[in-house]
């Protein structure tokens, strides 16, 4: 990749995707809700820079994650840490794991983080066919624009993710955009550019344990 910015647009860079995280923390005083978030930022980080296997450390990620997903033609249910850790690898190995986001909100309670954005995600024309999305290059890449995004991420008394919901409300505002070589980002890449912002998790306070 030769851009710094993909199409010309400043806010399409992975560097920038967790921004809306950034803000909630600045006003974010409960401990458990901030341990949350930071674990939520590190977990969105991890996956776009293609170092999948460490969100499935023990102290961010519950045994048996369930993830629902029903957004740009995939209409999944993935149950178990295989299963999601093989979703998340073919992303990786395929430089399908690249997000950009917009205008995002995001929401913090005692079991759960919720987000609506326009997302923007790279992903390969033989995917977008197998989903049922026509392009007319089965070999490039497109930037896939989903706006109104929602995702749903529930944990559990540990603070520890147990699944995801992530839903397109509205097809018919989809818009697929074919990429230019100069503007595609490799895993690799991504991972050069994210290692900085991406920091160890701390250590969970039994004192964040919801009362029984």
């Known amino acids: 990749m030769s851009n710094e910015f993909i ?19 600045k006003v ?10 930071e674990a939520y930022y590190r977990h969105r980080f991890l996956e776009i820079a293609g170092r999948y296997e460490e969100i499935f450390s023990p102290d961010m990620t519950a045994e048996n994650p369930v993830y629902h997903v029903e957004v740009a033609g995939n209409h999944a249910t993935l149950a178990g840490t295989e299963s999601v850790k093989g979703f998340y690898a073919i992303w990786a190995q395929t430089n399908q794991s690249i997000f950009y986001v ?9 079991n759960f983080i919720a987000s609506v954005s326009t997302m923007y995600q790279q ?29 749903f991420w529930p944990y559990d008394d540990q603070c520890r993710l147990v699944g995801e919901d992530v839903w397109e409300p509205n097809p018919a505002a989809r818009t697929v955009t074919k990429l230019a070589a100069s503007d595609v980002l490799t895993s690799e890449e991504s991972g050069k ?11 969970f306070d039994q004192a964040m344990r919801l009362a029984a």
Not at 7 to 25: C, F, S
Not at 28 to 37: S, V, Y
Request: charged content about 25%.
């Open 7 to 25: 199409l010309g647009n400043p806010n399409l860079d992975v560097r920038k995707t967790n921004r809306a995280i950034d803000e909630l923390m």
């Open 102 to 110: 917009e205008d995002e909100q995001v929401a913090v309670a005692d």
């Open 193 to 203: 550019r994210l290692a900085p912002f991406i920091k160890p998790l701390g250590s």
């Open 28 to 37: 974010t005083t409960n401990p458990r809700h901030r341990f949350m978030l």
């Open 123 to 151: 992903t390969y024309g033989k995917t977008l066919i197998a989903n049922g999305i026509q392009v007319d290059d089965e070999n490039a890449y497109y930037l896939v624009k989903v706006p109104g995004m929602q995702m």
